[in-house]
């Protein structure tokens, strides 16, 4: 075989073995990204929050601070805060999470926020009222650079992911593929999602073509 | 053409049809079924159950009784009791709804029952401690009889189906087709499934094969 057919082969056997191999699957549960501004509002001028357990993605941690979201039919208490301060704050709940609240939230990318509703934030006696904000979060799957090559999926690609269970196998499709050198490869689902394919730890998803 | 060849066509247009046609999605709360010993018990001796609205399937109803769920950790207030009364009793629950209550409870197919958690259901002061029965349903079809030879299906066939909404399409697999004259075609999900393919009013699910 000449040198060319080998490094095609090599090729193809590393893509079916990263195709067969899947990436992590994580459940997201309901939680906030403030800004510095609304961070002071809620805590105190210049507050810094307090990382209590980094996340999968580098830098990305769960603060100990917790907050209250305040609907108009009812609350959500114990809320995690997701840091580090962001530009804009938004609120991440699952279609679940709406119903005692009282509102409906839109299925958006994080960060994109134009026109979604607001809702109020709260810590002992202080709260925030967010203009816009509110979503259910669209299931994405973050890619590292070099994933994304290995991959063969690009920034803002609509994919296809198959979860296998033991009786709630599923093809999600709808999950964008977010690439960033900064990410580690994991795909995050919210619990309405999580539960619908019986999620549990270690769970793997597969892209399907 | 000969005739044979043109009732291959008619076939080949019709099965095409009834395909693309799909069938009704309806999304189901967590609701418990009874037997006449456990309504006794809940109720009186030789209670009768008061039909509040018909649902989809035929002789089926929601009962204007309402009965509480008792779990270790916490209850689930005003749970819809479905009539008519069965020979067992079956509790059917969300995953969302096994976190407050403080269970696990498996998926499985209404009426398998065997060696499932039992849990506790109380109206007023009077309660009842079933042995068996709390289950996650698994996603179903019911079809009627004339439907399953037009999509093809039997009785205990496990199929694919299609869900298209904006922002969560998805494809559910693990879907148990049941088989009856007494049913009418519709599909059965719970709202975790529900919310994770964004279902509405009127949403179809079509079979992928």
Known sequence: MNEQLIDNLV???????????????????RHVHLSQEHIDALFGKGYQLTIDKYLSQPGQY???ERVTILGPKGALHNVVILGPARSASQVEISATDALPLGVK????????????PGIVLMNGSKTVTLEKGLIVAKRHVHVSAADAIKMNVAQGDIVK???????RSLIFDDVVIRVSDKFVTAMHIDYDEANACSFKKGTRGYIVK
Chains 1, 2 share one sequence.
């Open 62 to 64: 769960a603060a100990k």
């Open 161 to 167: 992911v198959r979860i296998n269970s033991e009786q």
């Open 105 to 116: 939230a839109p299925v958006r990318e994080s960060g994109d926020i134009e026109g979604t």
């Open 11 to 29: 090729d193809q056997v590393v893509a079916k073995i990263n195709e067969e191999r899947g990436f992590l699957v994580e459940a997201s549960g």
